[in-house]
Every structure is written in structure tokens, then in C-alpha cells.
């Protein structure tokens, strides 16, 4: 790399881009941060593909370049302060501007699947998940694997997978279970208990996306981690949500639950009906479930 030259999200700054960048903000103090980036980005051409600018990244690499003294930026208003602080969870009602500020940033852009490990990113995921999902953090027992979905560093929202539902009478009636088989290879089931997008990121398909890019890896992914492999994934989606995603990501509508938790096998509790959805994880997943084929993983690609 040319001396003087830098690198940051994966855009490569020539010393002439950093000359421009340290003069402009010289020429123009008076401007907040947002319009900094913005005017740098309209300089250096820094844009997405579809020709917007990378303006998010560009806060980033500017708050960089003056922590490295190269550059002086104006002070962030108060009511912005927790947009420098990476660690800090908005509300919904304060993540408005910032939502407006990612809103389509995100949709030519790679996206990532990142394992939760137990640290500050599971810390982080619970946060999230706390705030702003309906039914909160959950208190999971058993295998689990839980995602953070994510892009260019930043966090765009939760999964978690975990044990199947004990008994569901539209799912054993699909699969053709018997009660015994039901009993010997309901482990073989993982179902997705959370699945949230933070409230202000907007990208169209991110969330059929996220889930198709799941189903692709979470067979690998558990088969490291506990030595086997689910061959079928369930949900449940709750009125009035329509399982929109699930749909757009292939996952078959089986029915509706009868209104039970997943350990009242005695008939005690009353909840909401919700709908029931699945995704087969390889062609002889009734095989592998009724018990006439071994459990094996398989790559989506060989299917």
C-alpha cells in the first residue's frame, strides 16, 4: 500500500483521498458529523452500488481518523451521544434517525451468520433480544445455537435455535410419526424459538435472506458443536404476524397449534393459538425421523 494510503470496510483510501477527507474537514467545522461523511463520501465517490453514500461507514472511519489525531471533528449534539457508543441499545422511538440512516445501505451487501459464543457478543444478543422481541430472552435448556446476523461489523438482528416442541399434532400427522418414533428421534427437530430484526434496520428480503442462509449452515454448525445434526426445523408464528419470511424462505404452513406450552402435556395452561411452520434440512429427513435411515448430515448442495 501507497504511503499515506489507509483501508476501511473494505474500501481502500489513496493519499490523495486522505489529503481531500483532512482538508475538508478543515474547510467546513461547522458541519455535524452526518453531513461531514456525506460531503466526504460525494468527494471520494464512496457509495453503494446502487449509488448511495456509504455514510454509516464513513462516521466510523472519521471518528477513527480523529482518535488517531489526523483529524477534528464537531462535538456529537446530545441527543446523538449514543450513536458513538457502539455498546449502547436504543430504543425504538430514538433509533428513528438512525433508521433512516441504514435504510438501504444494507441491501447489496454481504451478510453473515455469526455464532454466538458465551462473552460479550452473547451479552449483546440477550440485550437485544430482552428489548426488542415480544416474548424477551428466553430460558433455554439443551442444544442451542444462537446467531447474531450481521454485515460489514454491524449488527442487524437475532436467531436462536433450539429444542423441539414436545408434542405437535399437525407436525406427527405430516411426518407420520408413531408416538415411539416421536419419542426416540424428536432431538432430530430444532426449532428457531427467536428470530428478530432490530427495529430500525430496513432492508427488503433481510429477513428471507437471513433465514434461507440459516438453513444452510445449521446442520454443520450443530453437527460441531453437539456430534449430530438436526434434519428438520419448526417455528411458530404468532397472530398477527403472518409468516411472511417463512414463506418467501420455503417453510411449510402445517397447521395451528392448540394453544398449549411445550411442556403442558397435561392440559393445564391456555395460550395463544399460533401457526406452525417447517423446513426440511435434507430430502430423507421421514427416514431419518421415523427411524429406517441413519441420522447423517448432509450439504444443501449435494441436494
Not at 464537531?74 to 440512516?101: F, G, H, M
Not at 432492508?203 to 433465514?211: D, E, G, I
Not at 402445517?254 to 393459538?273: H, I, K, P, S, V
Request: glycine letters at 6%.
Amino acid at each position: 500500500m501507497e504511503k499515506g494510503a489507509r483501508e476501511h470496510s473494505g474500501r481502500k483510501f489513496s493519499a490523495e483521498d486522505m489529503e481531500l477527507i483532512i482538508a475538508t474537514t478543515e474547510m467546513y467545522p461547522k458541519l455535524s458529523q452526518k453531513e461531514m461523511a456525506s460531503t466526504v463520501c460525494e468527494l471520494i465517490g464512496w457509495t453503494t452500488p446502487n449509488g448511495k453514500p456509504k455514510r454509516f461507514q464513513c462516521v466510523e472511519f472519521l471518528r477513527q481518523l480523529e482518535a488517531e489525531g489526523l483529524i477534528k471533528l464537531p462535538a456529537i449534539k446530545a441527543k446523538n451521544a449514543r450513536l458513538a457508543n457502539n455498546s449502547a441499545i436504543p430504543t425504538a422511538e430514538q433509533a428513528t434517525d438512525e433508521r433512516i440512516e441504514l435504510e438501504g445501505i444494507y441491501g447489496c451487501v454481504a451478510l453473515n451468520l455469526e455464532i454466538v459464543q458465551p462473552g460479550k457478543r452473547l451479552a449483546q444478543w440477550r440485550k437485544y433480544v430482552s428489548s426488542y422481541h415480544k416474548l424477551g430472552d428466553p430460558r433455554v435448556f439443551g442444544s442451542q445455537i444462537r446467531y447474531m446476523i450481521t454485515t460489514e461489523g454491524h449488527d442487524l438482528g437475532c436467531l436462536l435455535f433450539s429444542a423441539s416442541s414436545w408434542a405437535l399434532a399437525p407436525r406427527e400427522k405430516w411426518i407420520g410419526w408413531t408416538a415411539e418414533e416421536r419419542q426416540a428421534h424428536l432431538y432430530l427437530i430444532a426449532n428457531n424459538s427467536r428470530f428478530l430484526i432490530l427495529p430500525w434496520v430496513h432492508v427488503k428480503n433481510l429477513a428471507s435472506r437471513a433465514l434461507s442462509m440459516a438453513a444452510r449452515r445449521i446442520q454443520r454448525d450443530w453437527l460441531a458443536e453437539y456430534c449430530y445434526a438436526p434434519v428438520l426445523l419448526e417455528t411458530f408464528v404468532e397472530p398477527p404476524y403472518k409468516g411472511t419470511c417463512y414463506k418467501a424462505s420455503n417453510w411449510i404452513y402445517l397447521g395451528e397449534t392448540q394453544g398449549r406450552g411445550r411442556n403442558d402435556r397435561n392440559y393445564e395452561w391456555a395460550l395463544t393459538q399460533k401457526s406452525i411452520y417447517v423446513l426440511p434440512l435434507q430430502r430423507d429427513f421421514r427416514d431419518v425421523l421415523k427411524g429406517t435411515k441413519p441420522c447423517k448430515a448432509v450439504n444443501p448442495d449435494d441436494e
